[in-house]
């Protein structure tokens, strides 16, 4: 299973960007997918996730400015975040938790990072 995360870049404090990750390879369903990210010297934390069946979960301090959605055909979770501001710097990463057989025990995979730099 390999996670391909795309959309991080240089932007402005109040500008938007979407990030996307696709999850391929051995896949019978994914439970959970998400983003976190980690910002120099800071622990990783959640930024949003959703489950199969349409839960979502935001942290407090994208609450409001970001929403996570889900195309469960093409096994890709997308984070629009807007009104970016120089504190959402940091590496996005990529999780699904992934179950690659019936009844199989699901196991959380990371994608490779993408950074997002936002400038005051």
């Known amino acids: 299973v390999q996670l391909q995360a795309s959309g991080g870049g240089l932007v402005t404090a109040g500008d938007s960007l979407r990030l996307s990750c696709a999850a391929s390879g051995t896949i019978f369903s994914i439970n959970i997918m998400g983003w976190y990210r980690q910002a120099p010297g800071k622990q990783r934390e959640l930024v949003a996730d959703?489950?199969?069946?349409?839960?979502?979960r935001y942290s407090e301090s994208v609450k409001g400015r970001s929403t996570i959605s889900r195309d469960h055909a093409k096994n890709t979770v997308y984070l629009h975040m807007n009104s970016l501001k120089p504190e959402d710097t940091a590496v996005y990463y990529c999780?699904?938790?992934?179950?690659?057989?019936?009844?199989?025990?699901?196991?959380?995979?990371w994608g490779q990072g993408t950074q997002v730099t936002v400038s005051s």
């Open positions: 959703i489950t199969s069946t349409g839960r979502i």
């Open positions: 999780n699904a938790r992934i179950e690659r057989a019936y009844n199989d025990v699901a196991n959380d995979y």
